[in-house]
């Protein structure tokens, strides 16, 4: 929570001290003058999203501090495993999750400042509170749309740029290793090494504009 003092009394805004119907608590030296009951309410698209993740293969967890009621009731409105569902996490325990876990695979997305930790020790990290500095300048990447679809966009599009990569690679052996053969054969002559280097080049920018240029009815822009 936040705290202060104020004309010499102890203001405090933040989590109850003691077990409470409330979710907010303000108090004034220690008494509490008001109690906020809040409603969380999802993103249009977490449970289309997550479920779409699932079905790509990754496995998605979600590490929270709220109470372990709340957390599993979000678990289930989204579709995450409550295996897979860790609540009464403190900073610290979010970011030792991630070293157990993390094995250069392990995407963090975070929108509080008690997820700093976390998103400096994943591999990748994202946030949808790009105006909050502090774990903006942290992550390394922030979203500016209301939903989560571009996680999965930029997942998408990472496995193609991996995909492209590595035809561009088999490529490049391919057609030295047969470079190397015509040499040795004794077929070589300036002339084809003329039109073979070339056709080389168009053929791998060929290859990684077809491959990078299909959207598959995604937008990039979202």
Not at 79 to 102: H, M, V, Y
Not at 116 to 137: M, W
Not at 159 to 166: A, E
Request: contains cysteine; hydrophobic residues 45%.
């Amino acid at each position: 929570g936040v705290a202060g003092v104020i004309g010499g009394a102890s203001y405090r805004l933040g989590s109850p001290s003691a077990a409470s119907d409330a979710d907010v608590v303000f108090s004034k030296n220690g008494v509490e003058i008001a109690a906020f009951k809040t409603r969380e309410e999802l993103r249009n698209d977490a449970q289309d999203e997550v479920k779409a993740l699932v079905a790509s293969g990754l496995e998605v967890w979600m590490s929270t501090g709220d109470s372990p009621e709340r957390a599993m009731t979000t678990a289930r409105a989204v579709g995450i495993d409550p295996e897979r569902t860790l609540a009464a996490q403190s900073p610290e325990d979010k970011a030792a999750f991630i070293n157990r876990t993390d094995h250069a695979d392990t995407l963090m997305i975070g929108d509080g400042v008690n997820d700093g930790p976390a998103v400096q020790a994943a591999h990748c990290s994202g946030t949808p509170a790009a105006g909050r500095a502090f774990l903006a300048s942290r992550a390394d990447f922030y979203l500016l749309s209301d939903g989560l679809r571009p996680v999965r966009i930029g997942l998408e599009a990472a496995r193609r740029l991996r995909r492209t990569l590595r035809r561009s690679l088999v490529w490049a052996v391919t057609y030295n290793l047969g470079g190397l053969a015509l040499c040795y054969a004794g077929f070589m002559t300036p002339l084809l090494c003329a039109v073979l280097m070339p056709s080389s080049s168009l053929i791998s920018i060929a290859m990684v504009t077809t491959a990078l240029g299909k959207r598959g009815g995604s937008s990039w822009r979202s």
